[in-house]
């Protein structure tokens, strides 16, 4: 079965901090995505990634670096995290550039104080 | 852009057939138009994609018009578990992903 794993479920962190988000995908997927979830904003893309050491910017990429050095693993990085970071982060990923759907972690509840 | 509304909250009973429309005005020709499932402490999950007319699987089934601006995912005879949060997303087949947007995600509460 498909499996997107996110290194954490919960995380507290103080603002200035840097933050490292992982995620691992074991179906050798090309595509894998970042995204923050907020209550009635839905889904907005931070950055993806559909090759390794490739990346391109999504809706919201200001405070927010990403790093794929490996095909399985995507990892986001906030450089200086900030109160208004505090959110749900998913990550997920897909096959090819076909537009198939997209398979999701369990997200990573982040909070910084 | 594809700019994607979607009606904030739906209630139903048991039983019944729920309707969740999306709309999407600005769909690209190479758009594709899939639908999602989120349930408290998950990640979405999918459930169904397509491109024009209709389709349908063993959970749902999409209705998409001619001129595609708006679809609609329909759930029969829904179950408590179905309470959860459905999304649209619109993206073109070729993932140039500045185009691809998630509506804000319509939640499902299923009454006995």
């Known amino acids: 079965d498909v499996k997107v794993t996110q290194s954490s479920r919960y995380l507290v962190k103080r603002t200035g901090e840097k933050v490292f988000l992982e995620c691992v995908q074991d179906?050798?997927?090309?595509?894998m995505f970042w995204y923050r979830q907020d209550p009635g904003l839905g889904l907005r893309l931070i950055y993806f990634s559909y090759d390794v050491k490739m990346k391109e910017k999504g809706d919201i990429p200001e405070g927010y670096s990403v790093s794929r050095e490996k095909k399985e693993r995507f990892s986001l990085i906030l450089e200086s995290a900030s109160t208004n970071q505090t959110s749900m982060y998913l990550c997920a990923s897909s096959p090819g550039r076909s537009g198939q759907p997209q398979h999701f972690g369990d997200g990573t509840r982040l909070s910084i104080l | 852009l594809a700019k994607t509304t979607q009606p904030i909250s739906m209630d139903s009973y048991e039983g019944q057939e729920v309707n969740i429309t999306c709309s999407h005005n600005n769909i690209a020709t190479n758009d594709y138009i899939t639908w999602y499932q989120q349930f408290p402490s998950q990640g979405p999950r999918f459930i169904i994609q397509g491109y024009k007319t209709k389709v349908t699987n063993e959970v749902a089934s999409l209705f998409i018009p001619a001129d595609r601006k708006s679809s609609t995912l329909s759930l029969p005879r829904v179950s408590l578990s179905d309470t959860a949060v459905y999304y649209c997303?619109?993206?073109?087949?070729?993932?140039?992903?500045?185009?691809?947007?998630f509506g804000a995600g319509t939640r499902l509460t299923v009454k006995p």
């Open positions: 179906m050798d997927h090309e595509n």
């Open positions: 997303l619109v993206a073109n087949q070729g993932y140039n992903n500045n185009d691809m947007r």
